[in-house]
């Protein structure tokens, strides 16, 4: 009687353990091509995953703040409606720390897309310009 509980427990935890394996290949799978057709499209998808997959265009709304123009913005007023926000829904004084962290990453997200924007256009500077190292007297 004993073995026949025993293999009733083993055939069911094999099922259920198979079930997730493959709901878990299925998952990583879709992702996996979701990533491929981003870079095929000419999106960054590693940058969408940095702040938690967030749009640019949602990150904007949730700051209410204009996007970014040729990767030039208000970082000041970007920075000034983070705080206002961030403190406004502070888990101790009865706010979301969901909400929170959506408005943490809109500004990460808004900071990643400016970043990444001064640096190609020093990249083309350079490249314009031709390298020019900084020399120091003395070395």
Same mark, same amino acid.
């Given at each position: 009687?004993?073995? /026949?509980?025993?293999?009733?427990v !083993?055939?069911?935890?094999?099922?259920v353990l198979g079930r997730a394996v493959t709901e878990a290949w +299925?998952?990583?799978?879709a992702s996996q091509q979701y990533a491929r057709q981003g870079a095929q499209s000419g999106? /960054?998808?590693?940058?969408?995953? !940095?702040s938690a997959g967030l749009t640019l265009d949602e990150a904007c709304?949730?700051?209410?703040? +204009?996007?970014?123009?040729?990767?030039?913005?208000d970082v000041d007023h970007v920075l000034e409606r983070f705080k206002t926000l961030f403190d406004k829904n502070d888990p101790t004084k009865g706010g979301s720390f969901y909400l929170q962290s959506k408005i943490l990453r809109?500004?990460?997200?808004?900071?990643?897309?400016v970043r990444e924007a001064a640096e190609a256009a020093e990249r083309e500077t350079e490249l314009?310009?031709?390298?020019k190292p900084k020399l120091y007297k003395g070395r």
């Amino acid at each position: 009687m004993a073995h /026949r509980i025993i293999t009733q427990v !083993v055939i069911t935890g094999s099922r259920v353990l198979g079930r997730a394996v493959t709901e878990a290949w +299925k998952q990583a799978s879709a992702s996996q091509q979701y990533a491929r057709q981003g870079a095929q499209s000419g999106s /960054r998808s590693g940058a969408n995953y !940095v702040s938690a997959g967030l749009t640019l265009d949602e990150a904007c709304r949730i700051l209410n703040v +204009k996007p970014p123009m040729q990767g030039k913005t208000d970082v000041d007023h970007v920075l000034e409606r983070f705080k206002t926000l961030f403190d406004k829904n502070d888990p101790t004084k009865g706010g979301s720390f969901y909400l929170q962290s959506k408005i943490l990453r809109a500004r990460e997200r808004i900071e990643l897309e400016v970043r990444e924007a001064a640096e190609a256009a020093e990249r083309e500077t350079e490249l314009r310009e031709g390298w020019k190292p900084k020399l120091y007297k003395g070395r």
